[in-house]
């Protein structure tokens, strides 16, 4: 007996020993492989933020992070080059003893721990890789077993059937190790590199050609234009940073900074608002863009909070299915005019009827307006979505502005200078809006949508103010809509061709006498989205309006660009 006991405590030591080579401890650290999303803020998924001293490092810190994310693993030095290809060896079946001794390791100590039942699945073949992995998790089981002071000892022909599978697998194991210690170091250099635990960078950087061409400048009717259009073609760009944080992993805070010096291309230009692009111009300047904090409400909703310049649609869904690049294809006027600081809540009631309510000012920080003297809009919607194919949203929204010259305007810049201001820059003036929208999915690569809307303007002191004759109480009706189309995969998977025709913002009347739009303005718009990369895109597009300013003896107006995306 004392013998037994004596061969029994030899061998132990020696398979410790052995295994403390051979079985390092698998998945230590737990590293999130996730791609980055909207509602994911790990950023271990993509490229994370780095810096580094090249006076200190001969290779930069962000070559040894596109090495570990491009291409194979390296080689270890302690990995024999010798090492049979895994996929050149036999299969290792039910019925040989490897898979037997292995199963009867596994009930006994319960060393797999990812499998119903703590066991193989089913009586399928394994390769001996798969087979190898096995193993090794009950070879690291054991020798915890072993460490552990507790007494509880394999017994002694469990520990000759472990010698013998080692021996077996001693090649596919050594390979294992090898690919455990590249995954571990590669944990440790990211985890110790990474921009931050809690905060994620995201960002894009756009460069483009930009140009006009028409005859003459817009002007408002009862004017003629005499001003030559100027057609000389920018070259531009823009950045924006943005950096989301969470506190809980259901909550974001996002900080988004923003550089940039193109032309919008609106009335400075080209006379009119209406050519108006989705641009950035800061001169170059870095400035702060937006800063929000969201949260959830209950399971099924959303809050927002934003000191600085937010808008519903990040939110609310608009219906609108294209990527526009002018501003009044991006979204419905009703939109556009609500901007600002405030507070946004979006709720779904049902997985097909969800509503919200959003208030935005542009007077938040001015300690004589605040938030109810100055600028302010009051948004609510409710969407509604019976099939996966068609949905809809009804939207109202009241607008206020003491001076809507130095604010967001009654559109929110689209449409004609008399639908902005129906009674003047000067003039305090309100409006209630109603908008419908609406999206129908017609395939799964073409979607249709669409807008309505209409606002009743009054003005709530004297257009005198503005040097125009009419009366406080004076009213004026604004309409707008347009049809929209998406065409994905068009020449390229992942590519994206989107149509807008429309009729931007007008006044088809007014209290105030010479404010009417005489004649009706339309939009054309066609761009096309192809991605060189999954993060590279190039965007050729274009789009004319006829008759400028609602003006027929404006001549029509061309805008063109091509634009190069790069995104990160």
Known sequence: MKNLNLSFSLTSAILGGNLLILSPVIGQTNLNSNPIEEASLSNSGGLPLVTYNPESEEETTIEKIEKLYSGPPPVLDDLDETITNVNQLLDVTPGHWAYQALQS???KYRCISGSPGRNFNGNRAMTRYEFAAGLNACLTSIRRLIESFNNQFPQKEDLLVIERLQAEFATELKNITAKIDNVEQRVAFI???????????????????????????AVSPGIRSREKLDDEVTLSGAVVLNFDTSFTGKDRLR???????????????????????????????????????????????V?????????PTRIFPAFNPVSSISNFGAESPIYSFAFGGGGVIYYNFTDKLAGGISYLSDSLSNVSEGLFKGQYTVLSQISYTPTEQFGFAFTYGHYYAPEPGITNNITGSKGSVFG??????????????????????????????????????????????????????????????????FLADLGKTSSQLSFVFGMPPRVISNDVFGREDRDTSLHFELSYRYPVTDRIFIIPGFLVVTNPEHNAANPPIWVGLIRTSFSF
Not at 198 to 203: K, N
Not at 257 to 264: E, F, H, I, K, Q
Not at 472 to 482: C, F, K, L, T, Y
């Open 105 to 107: 390791l596994i009930e």
């Open 191 to 217: 985890e110790g590199h990474q921009f931050s635990p809690t905060t994620v960078l995201r960002g894009s950087a756009n460069f483009g050609l930009i140009s006009t061409f028409g005859d003459r400048k």
């Open 255 to 301: 900080t988004q900074l923003v550089a940039g010096n193109t032309n919008n291309f609106g009335r400075g230009v080209t006379g009119t608002e209406m050519s108006r692009l989705l641009t950035i111009n800061t001169g170059n300047n870095i400035r702060l863009g937006t800063l929000f904090y969201q949260f959830p409400l209950g399971k099924r909703g």
């Open 303 to 311: 809050i927002a909070i934003a000191p600085i310049a937010d808008f």
């Open 420 to 485: 902005q201001f129906p009674f003047g820059t000067s003039t305090a003036t309100s409006s209630n809006a109603f908008g419908l929208q609406f999206t129908y999915k017609i395939s799964p690569k073409l979607i249709l949508g669409g807008w309505v809307s209409y606002f009743n303007a009054k003005a709530e002191a004297s257009p005198s103010v503005s040097g125009l004759n009419g009366f406080r109480g004076a009213q004026a009706e604004i309409w707008s809509w347009a049809l929209t189309a």
